[in-house]
C-alpha cells in the first residue's frame, strides 16, 4: 500500500505550505531506502565463511527453532524477501535465495525470524494481521473521502477521512516491534545455530538495520501525512 506524495494539493488555496511536511517524508524515505540499497549492495559483496545460501540458512534455523511445517521457496523480484503466514512459506528473493552473503543470509534470517514469531504466537504479530484489513481500507478510501469533504465543505467527511487514515497509521506503527524482533531473532539464531561468527554477525545486524530504517521512514512520513489532513481539516473549519 502506498499513497503516493501528490495526492491533494491544495486546490484554490494559493500557496499549500503543509506540502513541506510531504516534501519531508519523500526526503526521510529516499534516505532510509538509500540507505538499505547500500548497505545491501555492500554486504552482498561479502561470502559467509560458511559457504550457506540463504535458503540453507533458513533450513537450518526452521530446523534449530523446532519448525518443520514452514516451506522455504524462491520468488522473483528484487528485496521481495517476506513471510507468508497464511500458507507459512518463507519467500526469498534471488539475491537471498541461492546467494552465500551476509547480506543475503541476514535476510533470509529475519523471514525466519517472522515465521519463528508466528510460531510461537507473537502477539504483535497477531495484532499486525488482525489490522491488515481495516489499514488497507484505510489506505485507499482516506483520500477520496477526505478530498471530498472538502470540496463539499462536509466536515464528517474530513473526520472519516482522517479516522481511516489514522488505520493505515496504526498498521505501520504495530508493523515496527514485529519487524525489529524478527531481527533481533534472526541475529540470535544465526549466533546460536553457529552460522556466522560474531564479527560475520555485525556485517548482517547493519543490513538488518538498515531495512528497519525504511519501516521507520515509512511510518514517519505516514505521520507528517497525518498532521497534514488535520492542519488541512483544521483550515477548513475555520473557514467555513
Ligand atoms: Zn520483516
Not at 561470502?47 to 518443520?68: D, F, N, P, V
Not at 489490522?131 to 485507499?140: C, E, Q
Request: proline share 3%; hydrophobic share 45%; with cysteine.
Amino acid at each position: 500500500m502506498y499513497y503516493g506524495y501528490g495526492g491533494y494539493g491544495g486546490v484554490g488555496y494559493g500557496l499549500d505550505w503543509t506540502v513541506l511536511l510531504l516534501i519531508g517524508g519523500a526526503l526521510l524515505s529516499m534516505l532510509a531506502s538509500g540507505g538499505m540499497k547500500s548497505t545491501f549492495a555492500k554486504y552482498s559483496q561479502i561470502r559467509s565463511h560458511s559457504g550457506l545460501t540463504g535458503a540453507m540458512a533458513a533450513q537450518r534455523i526452521l530446523s534449530a527453532a523446532g519448525i518443520t511445517d514452514v516451506v522455504i521457496q524462491p520468488i522473483a523480484g528484487n528485496l521481495t524477501d517476506h513471510y507468508d503466514p497464511r500458507n507459512k512459506t518463507v519467500n526469498l528473493s534471488q539475491a537471498s535465495y541461492g546467494q552465500t552473503s551476509l547480506a543475503a543470509i541476514g535476510v533470509a534470517a529475519h523471514e525466519c525470524g517472522h515465521a519463528i514469531q508466528h510460531n510461537t504466537n507473537y502477539a504483535p504479530l497477531n495484532i499486525r494481521s488482525a489490522i491488515v484489513p481495516i489499514a488497507n481500507i484505510g489506505s485507499s478510501l482516506s483520500w477520496p473521502i477526505f478530498i471530498a469533504g472538502l470540496v463539499f465543505s462536509i466536515p464528517m467527511l474530513l473526520k472519516a477521512g482522517i479516522i481511516l487514515f489514522s488505520a493505515a497509521v496504526l498498521f505501520q506503527l504495530v508493523t515496527l516491534p514485529v519487524e525489529f524482533n524478527a531481527s533481533a531473532r534472526a541475529l540470535r539464531m544465526l549466533s546460536s545455530t553457529g552460522i556466522m561468527g560474531d564479527n560475520e554477525i555485525s556485517g548482517s545486524r547493519k543490513v538488518l538495520r538498515a531495512a528497519a530504517m525504511t519501516y521507520v521512514a515509512a511510518l514517519a512520513s505516514s505521520v507528517l501525512q497525518l498532521l497534514r489532513l488535520i492542519i488541512l481539516a483544521g483550515g477548513r473549519n475555520r473557514d467555513d
